[in-house]
């Protein structure tokens, strides 16, 4: 879960440096960066869960 | 030798203005290291004191020896990648121990005494998260990490003309990521890393019950910490100051601007933070207030040169409630065991400073904004998705060839004791169960 959560954050940015790259400003950009931020923030729930889950198996 | 006129930038009253400034910024470092020892307890007092002392020391060396060469500064030698004609500044190329820089007081020797301190400050910021288990060495060891791989990396692309400074000129989105006062650079890199020790380290012995209930093992000087209040403040008036001349090229008279946001969004973070405490508890709370006026500081650090005081007034109160509320939940619901509150601190509040930075700045033209937001948040993704990645790999790999956690007896013992052989207070018995064998 741990390995699943830091592999979700470097998608989320992978996902915005492509939009930047691939994309002009506009919405399709807007989209696509939320995207990333919403892709990273799966990341962050399970890199939460996994420490949460740590702890209780070592209670 | 870096080409350009260095004396005459030294000599001129941004130049002067900008070194006395830089010079400020170690009181940024000992209000941290004061706030961190005031919250932690009696029996590891000298111990936090030496270790952030220790980390400052390992900072500045491994970034003078390495850390500048992959930072380096805007204009100077890189790495860069061209994409669809688009140039990505990706990494410095300037030789080790500073060498080709010629220390005179040229805006690229001013960035790097600047930067130097940066690495220490936010070498610090981890320490306040893990006291009473941290090993001293390995904190020497993660410092280094820090201070020569995570920081420069990103200050890079930030402060020496790097991929996020430059995404203003490349795709139009405003001026490029803004971060003149380091909150992302300096303040959430920290936060970042110290909640990855945290969740490295695990949480203190005894801080939560067998149901998962957090204990509450309050700091043992508030008094330190309020007086670590104040040197942040000061310490940030430089950082701040000194940050906007170098980075953001504001003329010198904007400094006076710098100061009444800076100290606007620390003031109404703190009182923030007080307010709702008194509310909450019926008093008000000392430790609190204090993260809340830290994490005003932090986020009003992004660009306090291009905010009215009304907008730096809304920072500060937001940052304000984030703190309060985030330190309860990190402690209650994530089970993040973080003494000084160094993640809701620097982490949270440095990314609700850059994303007020993108929604509140006023450019003279502003066209120059358009985009702004959006820049922000570029670097905000780039913080979770890149460097929080990064420090956590990193000080996970050292953990595991180098346990970073003291021994439990080490632990039971108080860390002054167990590393280094006497206690802060040696005249006092604060606690006797510090000598009773359990």
Same mark, same amino acid.
């Given at each position: 879960?741990?390995?699943?959560?830091?592999?979700?954050?470097?998608?989320?940015?992978?996902?915005?440096?492509?939009?930047?790259?691939?994309?002009?400003?506009?919405?399709?950009?807007?989209?696509?960066?939320?995207?990333?931020?919403?892709?990273?923030?799966?990341?962050?729930?399970?890199?939460?869960?996994?420490?949460?889950?740590?702890?209780?198996?070592?209670? | 030798?870096?080409?350009?006129?260095?004396?005459?930038?030294?000599?001129?009253?941004?130049?002067?203005?900008?070194?006395?400034?830089?010079?400020?910024?170690?009181?940024?470092?000992?209000?941290?290291?004061?706030?961190?020892?005031?919250?932690?307890?009696?029996?590891?007092?000298?111990?936090?004191?030496?270790?952030?002392?220790?980390?400052?020391?390992?900072?500045?060396?491994?970034?003078?020896?390495?850390?500048?060469?992959?930072?380096?500064?805007?204009?100077?030698?890189?790495?860069?990648?061209?994409?669809?004609?688009?140039?990505?500044?990706?990494?410095?190329?300037?030789?080790?121990?500073?060498?080709?820089?010629?220390?005179?007081?040229?805006?690229?020797? @001013?960035? /790097?005494?600047?930067?130097?301190?940066? $690495?220490?400050? +936010?070498?610090?910021?981890? *320490?306040?998260? !893990?006291?009473? %288990?941290?090993?001293?060495?390995?904190?020497?060891?993660?410092?280094?990490?820090?201070?020569?791989?995570?920081?420069?990396?990103?200050?890079?692309?930030?402060?020496?003309?790097?991929?996020?400074?430059?995404?203003?000129?490349?795709?139009?989105?405003?001026?490029?990521?803004?971060?003149?006062?380091?909150?992302?650079?300096?303040?959430?890199?920290?936060?970042?890393?110290?909640?990855?020790?945290?969740?490295?380290?695990?949480?203190?012995?005894?801080?939560?019950?067998?149901?998962?209930?957090?204990?509450?093992?309050?700091?043992?000087?508030?008094?330190?910490?309020?007086?670590?209040?104040?040197?942040?403040?000061?310490?940030?008036?430089?950082?701040?100051?000194?940050?906007?001349?170098?980075?953001?090229?504001?003329?010198?008279?904007?400094?006076? @601007?710098? /100061?009444?946001?800076?100290?606007?969004? $620390?003031?109404? +973070?703190?009182?923030?933070? *007080?307010?709702? !405490?008194?509310? %909450?508890?019926?008093?008000?709370?000392?430790?609190?207030?204090?993260?809340?006026?830290?994490?005003?500081?932090?986020?009003?650090?992004?660009?306090?040169?291009?905010?009215?005081?009304?907008?730096?007034?809304?920072?500060?109160?937001?940052?304000?409630?984030?703190?309060?509320?985030?330190?309860?939940?990190?402690?209650?619901?994530?089970?993040?065991?973080?003494?000084?509150?160094?993640?809701?601190?620097?982490?949270?509040?440095?990314?609700?400073?850059?994303?007020?930075?993108?929604?509140?700045?006023?450019?003279?033209?502003?066209?120059?904004?358009?985009?702004?937001?959006?820049?922000?948040?570029?670097?905000?993704?780039?913080?979770?998705?890149?460097?929080?990645?990064?420090?956590?790999?990193?000080?996970?790999?050292?953990?595991?060839?180098?346990?970073?956690?003291?021994?439990?007896?080490?632990?039971?013992?108080?860390?002054?004791?167990?590393?280094?052989?006497?206690?802060?207070?040696?005249?006092?018995?604060?606690?006797?169960?510090?000598?009773?064998?359990?």
């Amino acid at each position: 879960m741990k390995l699943a959560g830091i592999l979700f954050l470097l998608a989320g940015w992978s996902i915005v440096l492509s939009a930047l790259d691939l994309l002009r400003p506009s919405s399709a950009l807007i989209a696509f960066v939320l995207a990333g931020i919403a892709v990273e923030c799966i990341g962050l729930f399970f890199l939460f869960r996994s420490h949460l889950k740590l702890r209780e198996e070592t209670r | 030798m870096i080409p350009g006129p260095a004396s005459a930038f030294s000599e001129t009253p941004a130049g002067a203005i900008c070194l006395v400034s830089i010079l400020l910024v170690p009181l940024a470092m000992a209000g941290l290291a004061l706030i961190s020892c005031g919250l932690g307890r009696s029996r590891s007092a000298a111990h936090v004191m030496l270790a952030s002392l220790c980390a400052v020391a390992v900072a500045s060396i491994v970034y003078v020896v390495c850390g500048f060469s992959w930072d380096g500064f805007a204009g100077g030698p890189a790495h860069v990648w061209l994409l669809r004609g688009k140039s990505w500044n990706w990494i410095a190329a300037q030789p080790f121990f500073l060498r080709g820089l010629e220390l005179d007081g040229s805006p690229a020797s @001013l960035g /790097a005494l600047l930067q130097m301190f940066g $690495a220490g400050l +936010a070498a610090i910021i981890p *320490l306040s998260a !893990t006291m009473d %288990r941290w090993r001293l060495s390995a904190i020497c060891a993660s410092t280094a990490l820090l201070a020569g791989c995570t920081y420069p990396i990103f200050a890079h692309w930030v402060w020496g003309g790097g991929w996020l400074a430059q995404l203003g000129d490349n795709y139009g989105l405003g001026r490029g990521f803004l971060d003149s006062g380091g909150a992302a650079t300096v303040q959430v890199v920290g936060g970042l890393t110290a909640l990855s020790m945290t969740w490295i380290l695990g949480a203190r012995r005894d801080k939560y019950s067998e149901e998962g209930m957090p204990t509450a093992i309050p700091g043992h000087s508030p008094v330190f910490v309020v007086f670590g209040c104040f040197l942040t403040w000061v310490g940030w008036l430089g950082l701040n100051s000194s940050g906007a001349i170098l980075f953001s090229h504001i003329l010198p008279g904007r400094i006076v @601007l710098i /100061a009444v946001n800076t100290t606007l969004s $620390a003031a109404a +973070a703190g009182l923030m933070a *007080l307010v709702i !405490t008194r509310v %909450r508890f019926g008093r008000p709370d000392a430790s609190i207030t204090a993260n809340g006026w830290v994490g005003g500081l932090v986020a009003g650090s992004a660009a306090p040169a291009f905010m009215n005081p009304a907008a730096a007034l809304i920072v500060g109160f937001i940052a304000g409630i984030v703190v309060t509320f985030a330190v309860d939940w990190f402690e209650m619901w994530l089970e993040v065991d973080d003494p000084g509150g160094a993640v809701p601190v620097h982490a949270l509040a440095g990314i609700w400073g850059l994303l007020a930075a993108g929604l509140l700045i006023r450019f003279p033209d502003q066209n120059a904004a358009r985009g702004q937001w959006l820049a922000q948040l570029v670097g905000i993704t780039t913080l979770l998705g890149f460097v929080l990645p990064l420090t956590y790999s990193l000080n996970w790999l050292l953990n595991r060839v180098y346990p970073q956690r003291v021994e439990p007896d080490g632990e039971r013992q108080g860390m002054d004791l167990h590393e280094l052989g006497a206690g802060a207070y040696p005249e006092f018995v604060v606690h006797t169960d510090e000598f009773i064998q359990r």
